[in-house]
């Protein structure tokens, strides 16, 4: 199995690039499964590589089957430093998608406050009362062809609520493809027949290192099993 990439690493701090497939944090559930807090601590040592309350530095998490960029302290004091940037909103994160049909407006923002489902406490979506949530998207391109053609599209998310940016395009009537949760069954099943995982890569992250006071920011290509998708969809 693909194992995570380190694309930068300071004093403070590592980038990583996640695969699909690996479970971002440590858990009582997580026994055969690849995680990457694990993969961390078990390859490389830093002050907080052993330390489960600071989660061996892990700042942020990505769902299982997300790609893409993920940040990792070395530090107690970069860890607490880059927490407070995601509390205060200071993070810019970019993610890809592919979506089914055609969104429109090509460029928007989607606003719906975002919840745990009182009917099904494991999975979130737009309910009254829920949390303040806000994503900024743009269409990047759009593939024409059967199932009403696909979106690729370039989020922005505002806010950092669980399964955010799944839960607002199914929200605007364009579920992510392959998305087990949110598609619908019968649909993620035929997606998954040409799209064998959900189609979300976190591509890019914009932050202060908390080393140099600098702003910084880092991008990751689309994976090679996404890229594959697309070049499926152009014909």
């Not at 694309?7 to 690996?22: A, R, T």
């Not at 430093?81 to 923002?109: D, I, W």
Request: charged letters at 30%; proline letters at 5%; aromatic letters at 8%.
């Amino acid at each position: 199995m693909e194992e995570p990439k380190i694309i930068f690493q300071d004093d403070s701090l590592f980038v990583v690039e996640k695969p699909s497939g690996w479970i971002t944090n440590d858990a009582d559930t997580t026994t055969t499964q690849p995680v990457v807090q694990t993969w961390m601590r078990s390859n490389f040592q830093y002050p907080i590589s052993n330390d489960q309350l600071l989660r061996s530095g892990i700042v942020h998490r990505l769902d299982k089957e997300t790609s893409g960029i993920l940040l990792v302290a070395k530090t107690k004091e970069a860890f607490e430093k880059l927490q407070s940037e995601f509390k205060n909103r200071e993070v810019q994160k970019t993610y890809t998608a592919l979506l089914h049909g055609k969104v429109e407006p090509a460029k928007g923002e989607i606003k719906a406050e975002v919840g745990r489902l009182p009917w099904r406490r494991d999975r979130f979506g737009v309910v009254p009362g829920g949390r303040e949530s806000t994503t900024q998207y743009k269409v990047l391109e759009f593939y024409a062809g059967e199932r009403g053609g696909n979106s690729l599209v370039e989020f922005h998310p505002k806010t950092g609520r669980t399964h955010q940016i799944r839960i607002h395009s199914k929200h605007i009537g364009h579920a992510i493809v392959a998305d087990e949760f949110y598609a619908g069954r019968k649909t993620a099943r035929n997606d998954r027949k040409w799209c064998p995982r959900l189609f979300l890569h976190a591509s890019g992250i914009k932050f202060i290192n908390p080393d140099t006071g600098k702003e910084v920011e880092f991008k990751s290509e689309l994976p090679g099993d996404l890229q594959k998708i697309l070049k499926t969809l152009e014909h």
